[in-house]
Every structure is written in C-alpha cells, then in structure tokens.
C-alpha cells in the first residue's frame, strides 16, 4: 500500500517552493462507476415510529446500526446487525434538541453532535451518559442574538457544532461548524489542547466544516463543505493535504483494516436547481491520497437515489449505511471489494 499522503520526489523538487501541504487540483472526470445493490428498507421500526431526517448514521463493533434523526423530536435509535429496532437511548435528553452527527468509538461509546443544544455527548454500551462537552443555552437567558461578525471562538463552547471523530490516542477532534469554522482538539477526558480555522477560503480556513474522520495514522480528514474540499491534518492540525476533486463533500468516513478507504458524499439540497441535482448525490470512493478509485450512486427521490447523504458508516468497505435527510430514510448499499493496487516501488 502507498503510504497517504506521501509526495512523490519529483513532485516534491517542483513543489519545494510551496507551502508544506499538497493540493489535488484534478477535476474527477470519467472515473470508473462502481457497481452497486441497494437495501433501502433493511431497518425496521416498531409500529408507531418513524424516521425524519436521517442525519446521523453509525455502526458499532457488533454491526448494530445507530440513527440520529430529527422528526417532532430529535431521537437516537438502536437496531441489531438485521435491521431489527433494540432500544431509544437517551430519551428526553437534555442535549437532544436539533441532530446533527453519531459516531461510534473504538470501545463502542456513541457519541452524538446537536447543533441545537451545541453539545457533544458520550453514552456507554448500555447507553449511560458518560461525558458532555459544550454547553446548552440557558431558556432563561432569552434568545441569543445573531452576532455580525460572530464573536470568537471559546474552548469549551461550540457554535452548532457537525460532528466528531478520534485518533489512535483517544484525542477528541470536534468540526465546529456553521458559526465557529473551526476544528478543536481536545485530551480524552475532554481537556482543551488547540484549534484551527477561521471562516474563509484560503488553507487551514474553513467554510461550515461538515464531517469529520481520522485514519489509523491519527491523520484528520475533513469536509469542507462551502468550500468544496476535504482539508487534511495531521493529529497536531498541521495541514498537510488538499482534495477538491469530490464535488462538496457532506459526508467524509475512512473504513478501518489494513488498507483503509476514504469515502465522501456529493450532496446538494433540493433547491430546484435542476442543473445542480443532476451532477450531485454521487458517492466517491478514494485511496487516502486522494487517488479517486470510483464513484457509485445517482441523486433521485426513490431508492435507490440519494437525496442528501448527511452521513455515512463505512465499518465495512463493502457494506456502506447511508443516512439522508431530504427523502427521511437509510440505505444500506453492498459494493464489491477494490482490488488493491500493487506499488511501483
């Protein structure tokens, strides 16, 4: 496997004048369609309840499926690896207000992103509250006034917040999105260490940072939406790559193993741009150099289109979960393996 990031020796003598980080500039024409089955109903839910917005989907170790969804309220559901609904876990929480992003850590902890409470919870297997980070506004303080510019950024506070991810050494990274655009980095029991981004476009600027994941080498991928590119850091938040070859990237997920794969969704909202939505909803699938191996998918109201990827799990390369707001459901989709590419080196 060519190790991500690495830069090439000649590149690196044409580039040495440059900053330290590669920018991808390539547009993704004419990559190879991979074929593809979709399971659009595989989740099954009790009488009674119903998905809204999918915004968030993960799978823990056991193939169990978690959904963030927003309906009359914003509720996390448990199903078994066959699609059967478990449980609701944190009913009526506090900092449930308005879904944004759940993701499953290595020890199978679900941790949940609101961009409503501006919040990030740690829930347990057995779905205990194990740690909170940011604060909820406070009713009785009234509503907060939409500040121009926004003030800056706390450590401890978020300004609705996107999402979370880890590296191998338990470092928390969350995208503060809409308002802060910002990526923050804090210790395992929470403790501020730094952050980066400022709202623009130029490197290490941000425009609402989406998604977030980290590969096996603590690198930190993330999704640029408005800006249409996935930035990638080192586990210090150094920048160290650009991909802006994958359209707008609302969804970004690394699979785990030997030979790891980033995946990142082209989405666009339905906003009866006919022209936008039918060059948008595809998902890319790419080496961690930002190699794009192939895309799949088309956007469309009916399964198996997508209608806004917000987010995926990607546990298994080939078995990819796809939660979408605009259509209110979760797909899972059966791709066949990459072959590996074989190094010149």
């Known amino acids: 496997m060519r190790r991500a990031l690495s830069i090439p020796l000649a590149a690196a003598l044409v580039l040495c004048a440059m ?5 991808v500039k390539a547009s993704a024409q004419n990559v190879p369609e991979i074929p593809y089955d979709s399971v659009p109903n595989f989740l099954k839910l009790p009488p009674g309840r119903y998905l809204g917005e999918a915004i968030g989907v ?5 193939g169990h499926v978690f959904v963030y969804t927003r309906s009359a309220n914003t509720q996390l559901f448990e199903f078994d690896q066959n699609g059967t609904f478990v449980r609701e876990i944190g009913q009526g929480l506090y900092g449930f207000e308005m879904a944004h992003g759940v993701r499953v850590d290595s020890q199978d902890n679900i941790w949940t992103v609101d961009e409503g409470t501006n919040m990030v919870v740690e829930f347990s297997p057995e779905g205990r509250v194990l740690m909170t980070m940011g604060r909820r506004p ?3 303080e009234g509503l907060e006034p939409t500040a121009t510019p926004v003030p800056p ?3 401890y506070r978020f300004n609705r917040p996107a999402d979370s991810t880890w590296d191998p050494q338990g470092n928390i990274f969350v995208a503060d999105g809409y308002f802060n655009s910002r990526v923050v980095k804090y210790d395992k029991n929470g403790r501020f260490i730094k952050s980066v981004g400022t709202r623009g ?15 096996a080498q603590g690198n930190i991928y993330v999704a640029d939406r408005q800006n249409r590119r996935i930035q990638v850091f080192d586990s210090n938040l150094v920048l160290r790559a650009i991909y802006d070859n994958v359209g707008a990237p609302w969804a970004v997920c690394i699979s785990p193993g030997p030979h790891q794969y980033l995946f990142s969704s082209n989405s666009n909202p339905d906003n009866n741009n006919s022209l936008l939505a039918a060059v948008s909803g595809e998902i890319y699938k790419m080496e961690l150099d930002g190699t794009v191996i ?10 198996p289109g997508f209608q806004v990827v917000h987010m995926m799990d990607c546990r298994n390369p080939n078995e990819l979960v796809l939660g979408e707001i605009e259509s209110w459901r979760v797909q899972k989709f059966i791709l066949p393996p990459t072959p ?3 190094s010149t080196r």
Do not use: C, M, W
């Not at 900053?19 to 920018?23: G, H, I, L, T």
């Not at 993960?58 to 056991?62: E, R, V």
């Not at 425009?207 to 994941?213: A, G």
């Open 201 to 215: 476009t130029e490197p290490y600027q941000l425009n609402i940072p989406h998604s977030i994941t980290a590969d």
């Open 340 to 342: 590996l590419r074989t």
């Open 19 to 23: 900053p330290a980080f590669a920018q």
């Open 138 to 140: 406070e009713a009785v």
């Open 58 to 62: 993960a799978t823990n170790s056991k």
């Open 153 to 155: 950024a706390e450590p």
């Open 294 to 303: 192939g895309k799949f998918g088309k956007p469309g109201k009916v399964a």
